[in-house]
């Protein structure tokens, strides 16, 4: 089974604060995906990577940043946390089979900032 | 830029209902299609997915035809259970080398089920 973990299910924050979501693969998946879940808005792509050092800006990318240092672990960084960036935060880990690529989500951060 | 677009909801149903999610697409070429599951607290899961027009995707009772035509690809089940509550999303992707499978939502459904 493919297992796709998230360093914290809940966490709270202040305004200004640095904070880190790690999220990590078990699968040697080559790419991986930050979302980020909002009600009304679906899912929304942050950043992506698809190897080790490479990355990507999804949608959304204006107040975070990203780091893949080794292939199973991608993590999420805000520089400075706002209140607009409280959310569920969804990592994904992705493979190709047979020309379709399959993703496989994490349990999700809810990311509360006051 | 490609698009997806849901139902709105929630939608509520007594158990053993017909169930249907609506899903349209806006996509040049020919996308896969997919639709994942979230339970209450959970990330999301796959449920099925659909690679060429006319391919029917199933899995637990649920289907969902990818139809080129109409650009649709509509979630059904023939009679739900409460343990079917949750939210639905539908989604598309590409199968291109430099997509890396990005994936492209619709807002999402809300599902009840009622005893």
């Known amino acids: 089974d493919v297992k796709v973990t998230q360093s914290s299910r809940y966490l709270v924050k202040r305004t200004g604060e640095k904070v880190f979501l790690e999220c990590v693969q078990d699968m040697d998946h080559e790419n991986m995906f930050w979302y980020r879940q909002d009600p009304g808005l679906g899912l929304r792509l942050i950043y992506f990577s698809y190897d080790v050092k490479m990355k990507e800006k999804g949608d959304i990318p204006e107040g975070y940043s990203v780091s893949r240092e080794k292939k199973e672990r991608f993590s999420l960084i805000l520089e400075s946390a706002s209140t607009n960036q409280t959310s569920m935060y969804l990592c994904?880990?992705?493979?190709?089979?047979?020309?379709?690529?399959?993703?496989?989500f994490g349990p999700g951060t809810r990311l509360t900032v006051t | 830029g490609n698009s997806v677009t849901q139902m709105e909801g929630p939608v509520t149903l007594s158990e053993e209902a017909f169930l249907t999610i609506n899903c349209t697409y806006t996509?040049?070429?020919?996308?896969?299609l997919f639709w994942y599951v979230q339970y209450p607290g959970e990330g999301l899961q796959l449920l099925l997915k659909a690679t060429k027009a006319d391919d029917k995707g199933s899995n637990k009772g649920f289907e969902a035809t990818y139809r080129k035509e109409t650009t649709s690809f509509h979630l059904e089940k023939g009679s739900v259970q409460v343990s079917d509550s949750a939210v639905y999303f539908c989604a598309l992707s590409w199968a291109g080398g430099t997509s890396y499978g990005k994936l492209t939502f619709g807002q999402g459904t809300i599902l009840t089920v009622h005893p």
């Open positions: 996509a040049t070429g020919y996308p896969s």
């Open positions: 994904a880990s992705s493979f190709r089979l047979a020309g379709v690529y399959e993703q496989y």
